[in-house]
């Protein structure tokens, strides 16, 4: 039940972001799209990306568990899960570098636990 509300405030975060403003192309947006064209990150739109990035870093700041922002991002944005990790890695590197090491150390996590694949 914990996980549903979780991935259900998640979906409202990223409603309420799309609603609000428009993004608009900056530095920031333009490096974390650099950084998903180099990790071969397929999404359907730059604009799209960008809001889950920015999503991923509010519902990171209110205390998400790293591994359900990346769940989130699978199940209502439809991406890989691969894709998802690298989208909120890369978010946490441009947006919220304040939630990188949470990030990074939830990453260090997974893969030390899969034979460091």
Request: charged letters at 20%; a negative charge.
């Amino acid at each position: 039940m914990r996980r549903f509300t979780e991935l259900a405030a998640l979906a409202a975060s990223c409603t309420a972001l799309a609603l609000a403003a428009p993004v608009h192309a900056d530095g920031n947006d333009s490096l974390f799209i650099s950084l998903l064209d180099k990790t071969n990150v397929a999404y359907p739109s730059a604009r799209d990306a960008i809001e889950w990035a920015q999503a991923s870093c509010i519902n990171l700041r209110k205390g998400e568990a790293v591994g359900d922002a990346i769940n989130g991002i699978v199940k209502f944005g439809s991406y890989s899960a691969g894709d998802a990790g690298k989208i909120v890695r890369a978010a946490s590197l441009v947006y919220c570098p304040d939630q990188d090491g949470k990030v990074e150390a939830w990453a260090d996590g997974v893969f030390a636990g899969s034979g460091g694949r």
